[in-house]
């Protein structure tokens, strides 16, 4: 089966450019999760959909970031003017909820550098 | 704040050595627990859930205290391939898990 699935795999951009970032969630999941990960912070939660509906974005940094769901199979994260301290690696999960155990699965993740 | 909190170590052991990990969970109200693995520039995957009688998967045994709000993970007879980051997380049902910052493990022959 596949897996979550993420791309680009890496992206390097210079400072004020657009950076749009894709996923599509394993097949039959209902809620999916955009991660940021650095050495400094660890593993955060920039937003979470749940049936399509962004549920939270608390977690969204400032405006520049966005977040969409057009449909169940596929999800964009832009960021939009994108900054050098936006260099990180962004992780989308996805998971089954309504289930007891909400297992996320994560994709491959985009390394995104900003120069 | 929602938090969950682990020692980001290194530990660093030696093959065939017992080592154990404790993460410390904020919210009361969570229901899902889990222990997940991450190999350098790899993405984080499912090592094994908590449950609250504890569970053993071979070298791996997971616990959970809801007392005092922190699971642990324990690794027997360490392998080389054990070497990577561990991570601990937590969540409600239904909603988005919090993960800790992670615990490394160096396994050295």
């Known amino acids: 089966d596949a897996g979550v699935i993420q791309s680009p795999r890496h992206e390097v951009t210079e400072m004020g450019q657009e950076v749009t970032l894709r996923c599509k969630p394993i097949?039959?999941?209902?809620?999916l999760f955009w991660y940021r990960q650095t050495m400094m912070r660890g593993l955060e939660l920039l937003i979470y959909?749940?049936?399509?509906?962004?549920?939270?974005d608390s977690g969204m940094p400032e405006d520049r970031f966005s977040a969409k769901m057009p449909n169940a199979s596929f999800s964009t994260l832009k960021i939009q003017p994108s900054e050098p301290r936006d260099s990180a690696v962004y992780f989308c999960?996805?998971?089954?909820?309504?289930?007891?155990?909400?297992?996320?699965?994560f994709g491959a993740g985009t390394r995104l550098s900003v120069l | 704040r929602k938090e969950v909190e682990q020692d980001p170590g290194p530990f660093n052991v030696p093959e065939g050595a017992t080592v154990a990990f404790n993460c410390t969970y904020s919210?009361?109200?969570?229901?899902?627990f889990f222990w997940y693995r991450q190999d350098c520039r790899k993405e984080p995957k499912l090592l094994m859930s908590?449950?609250?009688s504890g569970n053993e998967d071979g070298r791996f045994t997971a616990q959970l205290n809801r007392a005092s709000q922190y699971i642990s993970l324990l690794i027997r007879d360490s392998k080389l391939s054990d070497s990577a980051t561990y991570l601990c997380?937590?969540?409600?049902?239904?909603?988005?898990?919090?993960f800790g910052k992670g615990t490394t493990l160096s396994v050295s022959s």
């Open positions: 919210n009361s109200a969570s229901q899902s």
């Open positions: 997380a937590s969540g409600e049902a239904g909603t988005a898990l919090i």
């Open positions: 959909f749940n049936n399509n509906v962004p549920i939270d």
């Open positions: 097949s039959g999941h209902n809620s």
């Open positions: 999960a996805s998971s089954r909820t309504g289930m007891t155990k909400n297992i996320q699965y």
């Open positions: 908590v449950y609250s």
